[in-house]
């Protein structure tokens, strides 16, 4: 089994920061691209940022020089940093793992796993 559990959000003013974390547990052996979507209900998701594992990055012009995506391999972490915080930027933030794991018979099998998600509110 592999799991994904997202970290860090809450309730923050407009201009203020948080630092978002994604970590992943399991049977993993390595872990491609990692990537952030948020989500507002009624809303198609939106891809926030993702890095790929030699540290390739993209981000969505809404959080262009705002936002900064980094990981820590070793501990199959990905991290969202947010500064500048707008109120649009409420949504629930998730992240997905494009990863190669070990099966139960010892095989490796490709997936990709999503976490559950952290709330992100960004109101006066």
């Known amino acids: 089994q592999v799991h994904l559990v997202e970290s860090g959000g809450g309730l923050v003013q407009p201009g203020g920061s948080l630092r978002l974390s994604c970590r992943a547990s399991?049977?993993?052996?390595?872990?491609?691209?990692m990537t952030w979507y948020r989500q507002v209900p009624e809303n198609e998701r939106e891809l926030v940022a993702a890095?790929?594992?030699?540290?390739?990055?993209n981000y969505a012009d809404s959080v262009k020089g705002r936002f900064t995506i980094s990981r820590d391999n070793a501990q199959n972490t990905a991290y969202l940093q947010m500064n500048s915080l707008k109120p649009e930027d409420t949504a629930l933030y998730y992240c997905?793992?494009?990863?190669?794991?070990?099966?139960?018979w010892g095989t490796g099998a490709r997936g990709t796993y999503r976490g559950q998600g952290t709330l992100v509110t960004v109101s006066s």
């Open positions: 997905t793992a494009d990863l190669l794991r070990t099966t139960e």
């Open positions: 890095i790929s594992s030699g540290g390739d990055t």
């Open positions: 399991g049977r993993i052996r390595s872990i491609n691209t």
